[in-house]
């Protein structure tokens, strides 16, 4: 599977953002999706993830409430709106994948639990 992320950008702190991801080379509808960022000296951190119906998301305590995650599995994309920026959200954003069984219903949060991941994007969140 290849992913490719696009959509950051430099916002001011309080700005909306809405990063994408396309998948390509598997079958989308069996892919858990992720996002995840990191910032300079930091490891990279798990921000949000959701099923492969889209029927159940999961998400970091510091994006609660500010950010979402969504896809859409007849474009192969799925997507992150992040509202109410923060300058600690500033960071290389990351979409990864993971195909697991139809009988397998976690919600993966680790960077382990993923084997594809896209080149990232860049968000910068000015105060």
């Known amino acids: 599977v290849q992913l490719q992320a696009s959509g950051g950008g430099l916002v001011q702190a309080g700005d909306s953002l809405r990063l994408s991801c396309v998948a390509s080379?598997?079958?989308?509808?069996?892919?858990?999706m992720g996002w995840f960022r990191q910032a300079p000296g930091k490891d990279r951190e798990f921000v949000a993830g959701?099923?492969?119906?889209?029927?159940?998301?999961s998400y970091a305590d510091s994006v609660k409430g500010r950010f979402t995650i969504s896809r859409d599995n007849t474009k192969n994309m799925v997507y992150l709106q992040m509202n109410s920026l923060k300058p600690d959200d500033a960071a290389v954003y990351y979409c990864?994948?993971?195909?697991?069984?139809?009988?397998?219903?976690?919600?993966?949060?680790?960077?382990?639990?993923?084997?594809?991941w896209g080149q990232g994007t860049q968000v910068t969140v000015s105060s």
């Open positions: 990864a994948s993971r195909r697991l069984i139809l009988t397998d219903v976690r919600h993966l949060s680790t960077v382990f639990d993923y084997d594809s």
């Open positions: 080379g598997g079958t989308f509808s069996r892919l858990y």
């Open positions: 959701i099923r492969r119906s889209g029927d159940s998301t």
